[in-house]
């Protein structure tokens, strides 16, 4: 029995082993992420489902009366609905939904680039719970927030559990996200080349194994559940020949501004929101309910922006609405989901991007060419994609999204011009994305490319060491010469008798060198005079100034170290002490950590191939090897 238990741990610790650092493993861990994370997608649409047909009767609302549980209400339910969703939506989110990562792809992205991808799995539910309410409630958002950030949680579970290190619980939270946007979107593709274009900006072969496994997985689940139609159901679209992608263009750089004016306006009605709720003093848990009136008045006018306006969006595509009042529901389907962020609500962008787009592209088509309902759904399922592009500039993820959304692979194109032009707009016009620049506002610009370099943005303050050694400004140059030995630095700072503020070790005077020292006791004939009466090296960093900076003065100076400072009303105060040693150390622990998590992270193929490697090369080297033979 002992030794039964004895092979069991020997198993578990070798399989532990494979799943940590074998591709092998670590492939199936993808699969299996993409299966729980495809799982909590579909379960995440049933409920949106569901909480919908429960407000209104029909799980797509258009426009009209409820004939579910809010039906006495008759068409006036809107004004219920987002109240009714919304007092549930904040207590939920003010309980279970606090998290340091932030909520939806923000959220992600912050944990794939600047954490360890980890995701708390209880917010997540409390989000994608929340998101529910939301949609099904009226609410103008999208799915693939709480999606992704469900699917990020997923992965962390695993990664926890397991130990895995901090590169593949990334690779995983990914994966994860991809998963959960290709089982609620029925788009496999686009959900892998959304979690390497947005959430990585990571191109490699594992990434893009690592993501299409999940994708895969979570798809073919989603198949079973949810059924395998196209999330549009169009006729065959065609351009019309290459004579048109003229207008293709303009609609391109077009859409790209609306997707940029779209990610304005979002982040300026939610500062407009919160400095309003601050002032009324209105808690956070109770803001969704009090903002659900101002959302439910909006719907009562405009009742097409109800939810993800999936069937409004077919009806656009169908060439149902004239051009003015098409242009019309694209500033208010903006409005109306900037409201419902703003307000409290949780949710995405993907989907209002989506409408925006077809209805800003059929507005187009109508403009060009009048009373025809196919060009009004060309133009539309181009600006779709260019909409979409403008807003989170991912101009991949867009054209797969809508190809796999609609079937129109002959627009394949059209939508990689007007995506590609909608990119160099939105970059022309802002640098953040939609997703981003929520990061920034929170005082992280990951899109920054100092910050993925070794040192980021890292301060002197950060690098900074204690000084090898302190020099009085009294101190002989006896004493200064031993120091300087004992110290094994050929420079030190000096500070006067004021010993400054806590925490400093005094008020920097300048910097000594030994050859000033030994030159100077030379000079003089006596090692007795004080080391303050010479002429002192200014040469000092501010504690504030970048640690590239810092290796700046140390490369011009060719100093050992440099005194770093905080300047005060009573002089510099030396707080630390740079050095060329500790910089190159630093530079060196980054570079050791990667090549180590390289070494840990390797394949069973790779294991053969350095064992027959080695196998030859020990032939090779043998006691003949070489030997010329003998002549007959």
């Known amino acids: 029995m002992k030794a039964l238990h004895v092979y069991r741990g020997v198993g578990t610790q070798a399989l532990l082993r494979l799943l940590r650092h074998h591709r092998t493993g670590l492939y199936s861990l993808a699969l299996l992420v993409g299966l729980v994370a495809g799982l909590g997608a579909i379960a995440f649409r049933l409920g949106i489902d569901a909480w ?16 579910g549980l809010l039906a006495a209400l008759g068409p006036f339910f809107v004004l219920a609905a987002p109240v009714l969703s919304g007092a549930l939506v904040g207590p939920v989110m003010a309980l279970a939904g606090r998290t340091t990562t932030g909520h939806g792809v923000s959220g992600v992205i912050w944990a794939a680039r600047r954490s360890d991808g980890a995701m708390a799995p209880v917010p997540a539910v409390a989000s994608t719970l929340s998101a529910a309410l939301t949609i099904g409630g009226g609410g103008s958002v999208g799915p693939e927030g709480p999606i992704a950030e469900l699917g990020a949680s997923a992965a962390t579970l695993f990664g926890r559990r397991l130990g895995l290190p901090t590169r593949s619980v990334r690779l995983l939270a990914a994966a994860g996200t991809a998963a959960g946007i290709a089982a609620a979107f029925n788009a496999p593709l686009a959900g892998a080349f959304f979690a390497m274009e947005v959430i990585l900006l990571d191109f490699t072969l594992d990434a893009f194994a690592f993501v299409v496994l999940a994708s895969v997985s979570a798809t073919v689940l989603s198949h079973h559940v949810l059924g395998e139609a196209l999330a549009a159901s169009l006729p065959a679209l065609d351009l019309g020949g290459d004579t048109q992608l003229g207008w293709v263009a303009v609609l391109g750089l077009v859409g790209g501004a609306v997707g940029v004016g779209f990610s304005r306006c979002r982040y300026l009605m939610a500062d407009t929101a919160r400095a309003l709720l601050e002032r009324l003093r209105v808690p956070a848990w109770g803001r969704p309910a009090l903002g659900g009136l101002v959302v439910g008045a909006l719907l009562l006018a405009f009742p097409q922006t109800y939810g993800e306006s999936e069937a409004v969006l077919g009806h656009v595509l169908d060439g149902g609405y004239g051009a003015a009042l098409l242009l019309g529901l694209v500033l208010i389907k903006i409005l109306a989901t900037c409201l419902t962020l703003a307000v409290g609500f949780t949710g995405g962008v993907f989907a209002p991007s989506l409408f925006i787009g077809g209805a800003l592209g059929a507005a187009f088509g109508l403009a060009l060419v009048p009373g025809h309902p196919s060009t009004a759904a060309v133009f539309g399922v181009i600006g779709m994609g260019a909409v979409f592009t403008g807003a989170a500039r991912a101009p991949i993820t867009a054209v797969v999204l809508i190809i796999e959304m609609t079937g129109q692979y002959s627009l394949l194109l059209p939508l990689m011009l007007s995506t590609v032009l909608a990119t160099l707009m939105s970059r022309f016009l802002t640098r953040t994305t939609i997703y981003t620049e929520e990061l920034r506002r929170r005082g992280d610009d990951v899109e920054d490319p100092l910050v993925s370099s070794l040192m980021g943005r890292a301060q002197a303050r950060e690098v900074m060491t204690s000084p090898p050694a302190v020099l009085e400004a009294d101190a002989t140059l006896a004493e200064a010469a031993q120091e300087l030995r004992a110290s094994g630095s050929s420079v030190l700072p000096v500070v006067g008798p004021d010993h400054g503020r806590p925490g400093a070790f005094g008020y920097l005077l300048g910097c000594v060198s030994a050859l000033q020292v030994a030159e100077a006791s030379l000079a003089q004939g006596s090692a007795d005079s004080p080391v303050g009466e010479l002429a002192l090296a200014a040469d000092r960093v501010p504690a504030t100034d970048s640690a590239t900076t810092a290796l700046g003065h140390l490369s011009r100076t060719h100093a050992d170290g440099l005194p770093v400072v905080e300047a005060t009303e009573r002089g510099d105060a030396l707080v630390g002490w740079v050095s060329q040693q500790d910089m190159v ?14 070494q840990a992270r390797t394949s069973f193929g790779a294991r053969v191939q350095a064992w027959w490697h080695r196998g030859v090369t020990r032939q090779g080297s043998g006691p003949h090897a070489g030997a010329r033979p003998a002549a007959h």
Do not use: C, I, K, P
């Open 52 to 67: 919908t047909r429960l407000m209104t009767g029909t799980e797509e609302f258009v426009g009209g009366a409820s004939t």
């Open 585 to 598: 150390r630093r530079l060196y622990r980054h570079q050791r950590d990667a090549y180590e998590e390289a």
